[in-house]
């Protein structure tokens, strides 16, 4: 029989399904979408015939985070720091915005070269393809005395199947999981409800990047860096990659998720704000994007669409630490009690669940 079910594609996924394939144990992956990486999510754009990865998910890791780092160099790709030389943007209330003010909240921070879907490519690349099913939704999870028994659905076909394995690691966030999997025969009500009321970390959020040829404002000595109390983007930072151009500026876009509604409208204002805070150069962007993760269903959950004013104290509660006799593992940054919520939290969640699997 199968060993172990890991369900979701994500980092945490990934980790758990690397890990295995490496300690020679039989497993399979499901993931609902056409793409692995999950909460990763790096596109390209080109100008002529440059083209430059940007993050439209996490972008940043810190130091002191020893498992990305040390993932990071085990698999020989490159870390550079946050660009943040320079002179400083602030905006307030009503438009006004001034340079020298605030502070370079992003300074030290660490990004990866080519963008952080080059990590899930490496990864992948180290799993047999063979073990990894895309667009494979799981539909519910059923513990019987035998093994586990998961349901899924192929998005292309609806075709369903059910894989019976050994355990199940569910790399899904918990409040997702609780609101799109049946999870009634593995846990109880009182289970599901903590599971449901554990914020997933980012879901509520959209990231706004704009991309230049050329960088005007580090050109005019500023760092790309901006703050702002008007809006739509709270926070700015420069996006660009390591090597150069095209060059870019990110921001988050601080309108209510049920507000969203209209995205042409959000990228121009998002775009006449770079405008006001760094001046007419932001008038000619070589491309726009924009990512609304709280719209996108296999990462938010309806109560993931409000904001979150701080950062939830994460980690596996003991009413979840030991599902189905050990049988069902909860594997997303959010079950991480040192650095839930963040990619360090990913690994640091996905090293819990395969010492649980190899002891
Ligand atoms: C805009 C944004 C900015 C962020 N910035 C940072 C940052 O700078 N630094 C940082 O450390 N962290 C940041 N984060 C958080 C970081 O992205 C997460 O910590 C990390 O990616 C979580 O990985 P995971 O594998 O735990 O979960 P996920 O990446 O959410 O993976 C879960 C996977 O499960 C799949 N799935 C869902 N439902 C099902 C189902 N029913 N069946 C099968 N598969 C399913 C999903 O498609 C997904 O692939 C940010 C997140 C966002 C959204």
């Not at 980690?315 to 991480?336: I, Q």
């Amino acid at each position: 029989m199968l060993d172990t079910l890991i369900v979701g594609g994500g980092l945490s996924g990934m980790t758990v399904a690397r890990s295995l394939h490496q300690q020679g144990r039989s497993f399979q992956l499901v993931e609902a979408r056409e793409r692995l990486g999950g909460r990763i999510l790096t596109q390209s754009a080109s100008v002529g015939g440059k083209k430059a990865n940007f993050d439209l998910g996490p972008a940043w890791f810190w130091p002191g985070q020893d498992r990305i780092e040390r993932l990071i160099s085990e698999l020989g790709l490159g870390a550079f720091e946050q660009y943040a030389s320079g002179t400083l943007v602030y905006e307030d209330e009503r438009g006004r915005v001034q340079q020298g003010q605030g502070y370079a909240s992003m300074q030290g921070s660490l990004r990866l070269r080519g963008g952080l879907s080059a990590l899930i490519e490496v990864l992948a690349s180290d799993i047999p393809a063979v073990s990894v099913r895309l667009a494979h939704r799981a539909l519910a999870i059923v513990p019987f005395p035998d093994a586990m028994l998961t349901r899924t659905e192929a998005s292309a076909s609806g075709q369903m199947m059910e894989i019976r394995s050994r355990r199940v690691v569910l790399a899904v966030p918990p409040r997702l999981a609780a609101a799109n999997i049946d999870l009634g025969a593995a846990m109880s009500a009182l289970q599901i409800e903590l599971m449901a009321s554990i914020p997933t970390w980012m879901a509520g959020h959209a990231k706004f990047v704009a991309i230049y040829e050329r960088p005007f404002w580090r050109e005019a000595g500023l760092s790309g860096d901006a703050m702002s109390r008007r809006g739509p983007l709270t926070e700015v930072h420069d996006a660009s990659p390591h090597e150069g151009g095209p060059y870019a500026l990110f921001g988050f876009v601080d309108v209510p998720a049920n507000s969203r509604t209209d995205a042409a409208a959000l990228l121009q204002a998002c775009q006449l704000q770079l405008v006001r805070l760094f001046g007419a150069h932001a008038v000619q962007p070589v491309e726009l994007m924009l990512k609304d993760w709280a719209q996108d269903t296999l990462t938010a959950a309806p109560s993931d669409r409000a904001p979150l004013y701080h950062h939830p104290e994460y980690g596996l509660p003991k009413y979840l630490s030991s599902l189905c006799d050990g049988r069902l593992l909860l594997g997303s940054t959010e079950t991480a009690s040192q650095f839930g919520g963040y990619l360090e939290g990913a690994l640091e969640a996905a090293e819990r669940c395969v010492s649980a699997i190899l002891k």
